[in-house]
C-alpha cells in the first residue's frame, strides 16, 4: 500500500490509543478523502466518530462499507444498542458481530 496512507492511517490510531478523537476525526476523514479505496480508513473514522458522540455520521459511515468486517460488526452493534434497537435489527447486528468474532 501507500506509504503516505499507512502513517495517515497509524496517525489515526495513536490518536484513538490516546483518546484524541478529534485528531482521530480528521485524520480519519483526510485518508477517506486521500484515500476512499481503503477500508482501514472507513474503519477508523467510524470508530472516531462513534465515540465523539456522532452516532449520524458513524452509522452513514458504516453503511458505505464495501465489505462487513469485525470493526464495522462492532460499530453497528454498539450503535443498536445505543439507538435502542432492541427488535431484530438490534439483535441482528449483534449477532453479526458475534459471528464475526468466531472467523
Do not use: C, W
Request: neutral net charge.
Amino acid at each position: 500500500m501507500n506509504v503516505t496512507a499507512d502513517i495517515l492511517l497509524m496517525l489515526a490510531a495513536f490518536s484513538l490509543k490516546a483518546q484524541f478523537i478529534a485528531k482521530a476525526v480528521i485524520y480519519g476523514r483526510a485518508g477517506l478523502a486521500l484515500f476512499p479505496e481503503d477500508q482501514r480508513f472507513r474503519e477508523v473514522l467510524a470508530y472516531a466518530l462513534f465515540l465523539a458522540g456522532e452516532l449520524e455520521d458513524a452509522a452513514a459511515v458504516a453503511g458505505e462499507a464495501r465489505r462487513d468486517t469485525r470493526n464495522f460488526a462492532y460499530v453497528r452493534a454498539r450503535l443498536a444498542m445505543l439507538s435502542g434497537h432492541s427488535g431484530a435489527e438490534g439483535q441482528s447486528a449483534i449477532r453479526a458481530y458475534l459471528g464475526k468474532m468466531d472467523s
